[in-house]
């Protein structure tokens, strides 16, 4: 159901820059037992979201990561993007809640490849 909205909203605003809020880790980044410095990235999270970048889409980045570490995760986290050459508008906190009920929240994954399929007419394993 939720892709089906996601695919009927894509063709509504395909042509028109959007802002995009990506989540970093689980979406663009792996990592275990909340050691992010050491997160592994998904390459092909990452080169989809640098094509949108380079659409003209504004990229918005969000991040728990300062919840465990508070005084430095802004500047570590801007590097790391960095190193893996994210391209991004804004790096911001996420916001903190224990549920969340929103009708535009969708599962990371396909939205991902929902969104490629519909901005490029190619399947996913074509990113690259």
Not at 3 to 15: A, G, H, V
Not at 73 to 87: I, N, R
Request: glycine share 4%; hydrophobic share 35%.
């Amino acid at each position: 159901m939720m892709l089906l909205k996601l695919w009927r909203l894509s063709n509504i605003y395909m042509k028109m820059p959007m802002i995009i809020e990506i989540d970093l880790d689980g979406v663009l980044f792996i990592n275990e037992y909340n050691n992010w410095r050491d997160a592994k990235p998904k390459i092909e999270s990452i080169n989809f979201v640098n094509w949108l970048y380079d659409q003209g889409h504004t990229i918005r980045i969000a991040t728990s990561r300062y919840i465990s570490s508070p005084d430095d995760w802004y500047e570590d986290t801007c590097k790391q993007l960095k190193q893996y050459g994210v391209k991004y508008t804004t790096l911001r906190k996420k916001n903190y809640y224990d549920i969340k009920v929103d009708d535009k929240c969708i599962n990371s994954v396909d939205t991902l490849k929902v969104l490629f399929y519909k901005f490029t007419d190619k399947p996913w394993d074509q990113l690259g």
